[in-house]
């Protein structure tokens, strides 16, 4: 038996116009969901957040940035800040999804400022990590996963304390989009070895309470064998988050 609480958590990327994103979000705002069983995020892109703030107001629905800078202001054009993004309603940020990391060159050296920023502005960080196909097929998938845990979490590691509240997601970067799903027992293993992770680098206690979602070509019918997983605490889903009924049949997988 899990003690940690399930989290789903809705990746929209660059899709919606404020039309569909305000359709979608009453579609998910509208349903039964049991609060005590799951926790529920949508990220919208950042010309959405202020709609969903106001539409989810009231009720348990968190909000999410997809990404953000690691300064609070200045010369950045083009960017939004943690403070911004906390201001508009915003409890948590994904940092370092591979589609940063791969076509915005973002570094585990930039994610780790941006973690730490996360942390010190009151914002829950969901960190992404992954292995591609050619690391996968070259079997360096722990070794790459290691390393990036070591530095996107650099900081902490230093300091040899995470807050438990941090979530971190394990993304193979081969299952995104592509409707391609790492079998259960494929992403266990990996979740297993970064809870092992945990353990080494912090503590039993930081290793045991911490979520780690399970990413890549999430849906509806695969998400329960999924969530059997003892190590897999909740998943981040993108395509299938964009219409209310697959998003919500999966939120909702303790029904089934
Ligand atoms: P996908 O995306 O569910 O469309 O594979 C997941 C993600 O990139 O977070």
Not at 87 to 114: M, P, Q, Y
Not at 163 to 184: F, H, N, R
Not at 188 to 197: A, C, E, G, N, P
Request: proline fraction near 4%; glycine fraction near 6%.
């Amino acid at each position: 038996m899990k003690n940690r609480k399930p989290l789903m958590a809705a990746n929209w990327k660059m899709n919606l116009s404020l039309d569909e994103a305000r359709d979608l979000l009453n579609g998910v705002r509208s349903a039964k969901i049991d609060f005590n069983k799951v926790e529920v995020l949508v990220a919208p892109p950042f010309t959405a957040l202020q709609l969903a703030h106001a539409l989810l107001t009231e009720t348990d629905i968190l909000i999410a940035g997809q990404n953000m800078h690691w300064e609070s202001k200045g010369a950045f054009t083009g960017e939004i800040s943690p403070l911004m993004l906390k201001g508009t309603g915003c409890s948590h940020v994904i940092v370092g999804h591979s589609e940063r990391r791969a076509l915005f060159f973002e570094t585990s050296d930039i994610v780790n400022s941006k973690v730490d920023a996360a942390i010190e502005t009151g914002l829950i960080p969901i960190v992404c990590i992954g292995e591609t196909l050619k690391e996968r097929e070259d079997k360096k998938t722990f070794d790459i996963i290691r390393t990036q845990l070591n530095e996107s979490l650099k900081t902490n590691c230093k300091k040899r304390n995470l807050p438990q509240s941090v979530i971190l997601a394990y993304e193979p970067v081969w299952a995104i989009g592509t409707g391609k799903t790492a079998t259960p027992e494929v992403a266990q293993k990996v979740h297993l070895f970064i809870r092992r992770w945990l353990i080494e680098n912090f503590d039993n206690n930081t290793g045991e309470t911490i979520r780690i979602l399970y990413g890549g070509s999430v849906k509806p019918d695969n998400i329960k064998e999924l969530m059997l997983q003892p190590d897999i605490d909740g998943a981040l889903i993108g395509g299938a988050s964009l219409k209310a009924d697959s998003f919500l049949s999966i939120a909702k997988f303790y029904e089934s």
